[in-house]
């Protein structure tokens, strides 16, 4: 939404370096990696802040990374072409018409595990999340290591990053008000185009939908594990849910929608 799109703007422009969190999973997804989000961000970065030649540090911290089921620099490729291919689609200014991406972001890549090891089912007919609670908080110290000590081989805040954002602490407040002000001014973060908005209403609606339709046949499947006292296959349940989830995008129902929201909604839900 616009209130989005403002602040990611406003912390681009303020930053020496910008932490976007991201799901392994949901890499290469347009929306589910907010992907349009950046482009926009992208593009009215360029438009009101190239000509200030500061250069920003994002960081992409990869969640729930498993590096047995891919190596994270097949990971790091996929995502690098695919922000290089939103920056190649943004409308440039004249001054900036072959700028590249490298120009104004450096890109830096790191990954944490999967935290969370409880869970109260037995799915032992699915494929196991690798839980590494350990390893996570582990590498949560060593990244927080790259912001706080100085001498580490890849310390975030350097200079090339603070020189130009060098603020007085008793300007701060101004600085970043007038960063605010210009951001705040621009119109082309308030309207998303039409065939967006209507498409997010429509997967809104179905994403409901499909989320009523889990939860009873998980609580349905969690009442027959509970009841059981050997190990049961999980399997039939899960296959029943998703053929039901399946139904809701079927080509009748698309079929009533206008044809750009019909394909807007296959690529989004």
Not at 117 to 122: C, I, N, Q
Not at 137 to 162: G, M, W
């Amino acid at each position: 939404n616009a209130i989005e799109r403002k602040f990611a703007l406003f912390n681009l422009a303020l930053s020496e370096c910008v932490i976007v969190n991201m799901w392994a999973n949901d890499i290469g997804r347009h929306d589910a990696s907010n992907y349009s989000l950046l482009r926009t961000v992208f593009d009215v970065h360029l438009q009101l802040f190239a000509h200030q030649n500061t250069k920003t540090l994002m960081l992409f911290v990869i969640r729930d990374f498993d590096s047995d089921a891919m190596p994270l620099e097949t990971v790091v490729q996929t995502l690098t072409e695919d922000l290089e291919k939103i920056w190649a689609s943004i409308s440039k200014p004249e001054d900036y018409a072959a700028a590249q991406l490298s120009d104004f972001f450096d890109l830096d890549f790191t990954s944490l595990p999967h935290i969370n090891d409880s869970f109260d089912l037995d799915f032992t007919s699915l494929p196991l999340i690798k839980y590494e609670a350990q390893m996570f908080d582990e590498q949560v110290l060593a990244l927080r290591d790259r912001f706080t000590d100085k001498d580490h081989s890849q310390y975030i805040f350097k200079e090339e990053y603070s020189a130009s954002r060098s603020v007085p602490v008793d300007g701060l407040s101004l600085y970043a008000s007038g960063i605010w002000d210009v951001i705040q001014d621009n119109k082309d973060l308030d309207i998303p185009s039409q065939q967006e908005m209507l498409a997010s209403l429509r997967c809104d609606e179905l994403a409901t939908e499909c989320k009523e339709l889990i939860d009873g046949f998980l609580n349905q499947a969690r009442q027959t594990l509970n009841q059981c006292k050997r190990r049961v296959a999980f399997t039939p349940h899960l296959q029943a849910m998703v053929q039901s989830t399946v139904s809701i995008r079927s080509p009748d129902r698309r079929s009533r929608m206008p044809k750009g929201l019909a394909l807007d909604l296959e690529r989004k839900v």
